[in-house]
């Protein structure tokens, strides 16, 4: 398998479309459907979007708001693709563009301009092959090309594996170099800092 990993421009929205309305959640999980819009909405689009459902259908709603989105450059992160099939997805973006999805200790603590990853979903027959590490390690590499000081991802402690955990475990963001830098409850955030200031 030779996967590539690519930022999320214009020119993939096919790719991105495709995947969410193919590939992704495809295994039962209870997270989908879903189009990662959620992380990049305010609290009253999402309650504008929840109101379609019952008229329009979830899927339909959620891809419609998607497409919107994906059209305005709201929506950032990377795709994964094993040839031209797009096989995964990793929201990741400048923190200040979150509205919800980040945790308020994590801004406290904060160290600089840091990007965020806020979710992962890949393709159920290609989970287990490392896409996940691939996708932080790429986010990693172009916030330290882009002057950023820190990446951040937003775990959480679990008593045992979690199937459908679309934030990714700790031990996942410990193998990518990143070291605990706060903790509420069981919710941990995780960060690696290139530098701080900025």
């Known amino acids: 398998m030779d996967v590539i990993i690519k930022p999320l421009t214009l020119e993939l929205t096919e790719a991105y479309l495709d995947f969410f309305d193919n590939r992704a959640f495809t295994d039962g999980n209870p997270n989908g459907p879903c189009y990662c819009t959620s992380p990049n909405q305010t609290p009253e689009e999402i309650k504008r979007m929840v109101s379609e ?11 419609k708001y998607a497409v919107d989105l994906l059209n305005a450059g709201k929506i950032h992160g ?7 099939v797009s096989i995964g997805w990793c929201n990741a973006a400048d923190r200040e563009s979150y509205t919800g999805f980040v945790p308020d200790f994590a801004r406290d603590k904060a160290v600089g301009r840091t990007m965020s990853i806020v ?14 590490l691939a996708f932080i390690e790429r986010v990693c590499e172009d916030a330290k090309a ?6 951040e ?5 679990r008593e045992q594996r979690e199937e459908y955990d679309f934030t ?4 996942l963001f410990e193998k990518a170099g990143f070291m605990e830098a706060a903790r509420d409850g069981e919710q941990v955030v995780m960060r690696k800092v290139f ?4």
């Open 153 to 157: 991802g937003y775990a959480r402690i």
């Open 78 to 84: 990377y795709l994964a693709f094993d040839g031209d």
């Open 119 to 132: 979710c992962f979903e890949i393709a159920p027959e290609y989970r287990g092959m490392g896409l996940a």
């Open 146 to 151: 882009a002057g950023y000081a820190a990446v």
């Open 168 to 171: 990714g475990p700790v031990r």
């Open 53 to 63: 459902f019952a008229a329009n259908g979830v899927k339909e709603t959620v891809r």
């Open 195 to 198: 530098c701080t200031g900025k």
